[in-house]
Nanobody, 121 residues
Framework: QEPLVESGGGSVQAGGSLRLSCAASGDFFSFACMGWFRQAPGKEREKVATVNGAGGTSYEDSVKDRFTISKDNAKNTLYLQMNSLKPEDSALYYC???????????????RGQGTQVTVSA
C-alpha cells in the first residue's frame, strides 16, 4: 500500500478552484510535517505549503491568500484548497512528509506520485 496517494487534480480555467487531497497510510500522519510541492516541466521543485503536527502552516509567497493547506487527522488526509488559480500554477502537485515533525528542519524524504493541475488562460 502506497503511503501517500494524491487526487483532485485536473484542468480548470484561470480564476477557478481545485481541492487536492492526499490520503496517507501509516502512523506518522498526526505528528509529521506534511507538505505540498509542485514541479512544472523544466522548472525546479517548489515547496507550496506545509503544516506541522501542531497545525502550524506556511506558504510560498506566490500562493499566499489563494491556497490553504489543511489536514484531517481522523481521516489521515491532507488537503490543498486552491483558489484564484493562474496559468503559472500549472504543475504536477504532490504531497510529502517528514516524520521528524519540525517543518523548519524537514527534508521530506517520502512523497506520493502526484496529481496534475493544468490552468488555462
Amino acid at each position: 500500500q502506497e503511503p501517500l496517494v494524491e487526487s483532485g487534480g485536473g484542468s480548470v480555467q484561470a480564476g477557478g478552484s481545485l481541492r487536492l487531497s492526499c490520503a496517507a497510510s501509516g502512523d506518522f500522519f498526526s505528528f509529521a510535517c506534511m507538505g505540498w510541492f509542485r514541479q512544472a516541466p523544466g522548472k525546479e521543485r517548489e515547496k507550496v505549503a506545509t503544516v506541522n503536527g501542531a497545525g502550524g502552516t506556511s506558504y510560498e509567497d506566490s500562493v499566499k491568500d489563494r491556497f490553504t493547506i489543511s489536514k484531517d487527522n481522523a481521516k489521515n488526509t491532507l488537503y490543498l484548497q486552491m483558489n484564484s488559480l493562474k496559468p503559472e500554477d500549472s504543475a504536477l502537485y504532490y504531497c510529502a512528509y517528514d516524520p521528524l515533525g519540525s517543518c523548519a528542519l524537514a527534508r521530506f524524504p517520502y512523497r506520493g506520485q502526484g496529481t496534475q493541475v493544468t490552468v488555462s488562460a
